[in-house]
């Protein structure tokens, strides 16, 4: 059997306290990095590239789903098997990895998604609580999953609808394509979440649910 190529995508918007640390330790278990990095106004795309990643720079600011959809296919044209969504932030470990990609890899699955032992705001639990009646799903929200390529190539896209990084889980489920979860850990972070304080990120996620679930 070939190898099969693991991309990891990683879109990021001002995480040079972070970036450095969460490359060295993905690559340590995947074959290529991408970092789309949606303008940030630090250092986050030259120490990303400084890591070995390969950058991709957003000349106005797209947001987290494009981020990840402008990811995505890049990696397809780099001939990924494999491609893993992983945040910049650090809250996420890269140890946590292999239990993500394993299934795929060994063909019991075609997507797998991270479960998180906790969530921040109420608009996950009910997120979370929608997802799991109407598809089975315990942690949509959860950044960290893996897709295979065959997933995205009859979709053909990761996010049309600002899903908050979910609409291809979805969609993939809905398609019968085999979906697994697996439990992972989770780091505090210190700064300002991506999606804001509690009001704008409760709202964002309200607005996704209304958009991928009814």
Partial sequence: MD??????????LNEEKT???????????????IL??????????????QE?????????N???????????????KRGATIILTFDGDGQHNPEDIPKIVEPILNGKADVAVGKRPHYARIAEHLFAFVAKIKANIDDP??????YHIRVYKDIKYFDRISSIGTQLMFNAKKRGYRVVQ???TL??????????????????????????LY
């Fill in 182 to 184: 697996r439990n992972i």
């Fill in 62 to 76: 797209q947001g987290y789903d494009k981020s990840i959809d402008d990811g995505f296919a890049l990696a397809a």
């Fill in 36 to 49: 789309v990095d949606d303008t940030s106004t630090d250092k986050t795309a030259f120490i990303a590239q």
């Fill in 3 to 12: 190898k099969q190529k693991i991309v990891a995508v990683i879109p990021a």
């Fill in 141 to 146: 929200l959860c950044g960290l999953k893996a």
């Fill in 52 to 60: 070995g990643a390969i950058v991709l720079s957003h000349e106005k």
């Fill in 19 to 33: 970036i450095s640390k969460v490359i060295r330790g993905v690559k340590r278990y995947i074959d290529e990095i």
């Fill in 187 to 212: 780091n505090e972070r210190d700064d300002i979440p991506r999606f804001g304080r509690r009001v704008k990120a409760n709202w964002k996620i309200f607005k996704a649910i209304v958009k991928t």
